[in-house]
């Protein structure tokens, strides 16, 4: 088994790192560049920022903002929000129909594209990873949604990062034994539920390889 990925998600509005639940309820949970620095001494495999706002308000993402957190860290950095291309679509949501869908500009617009055909569509237009996030499980810390995980993993052949709903260390467990290559989270790091160095010894106690 590959080593799998532990990556914090720095979700920005306004120029504060802000979490919620299901995309709404925002809460500030800290300085952006402060955080970036405490997770890449923390051992986090990567970094993820998302300027929630930037499509949707048709603007550019923070870039100055990017580059005070790139000059914090010395791991990989993927930044989304406001790109304005197809490579936006980061997000998605079970329908009453049993099936997942697509939504863009940061979870407010939905479309008739199925999850799994677009997963497949981005690889073949040269997509080298998919981060997958459920709007369902978003800021529950319930679990991750399994499922749909492990249907896009085993019908792609680039890495998937799965988030939305960790909460606990066996979420964790559950999400990178057999569904995802990475595991992302969000407001159990930003206030202290658990750290990364706990929660990687955790994955190895239960054999799951991290870097």
Known sequence: MLAKRII???????????KGTNFVDLRDAGD??????????????ELVFLDITATNEKRKT????????AHQINIPF?????ISSKDDVRVIKMHSDGEWYVYLNGGRTATDTKALDWAKQTVELGAGEILLTSMDNDGTKAGFALEITKQISDQVSVPVIASGGGGLPIHFYEVLNGCADAALAASI???????????KAYLRDHAIPVR
Do not use: N
């Not at 914090?8 to 802000?18: A, E, F, N």
């Not at 993927?78 to 406001?82: A, K, L, R």
């Not at 790091?189 to 929660?199: A, D, Q, R, T, V």
């Open 189 to 199: 790091f930003h206030f202290g539920e658990i750290s990364i160095p706990e929660l």
């Open 78 to 82: 993927t930044v989304g929000g406001g």
């Open 32 to 45: 952006p560049v402060a955080l970036a620095a405490l997770y890449a001494k923390q051992g986090a495999d």
């Open 62 to 69: 923070l870039s100055a903002l990017v580059d005070k957190v």
């Open 8 to 18: 914090p998600c720095l979700d920005i509005k306004d120029g504060r790192t802000v």
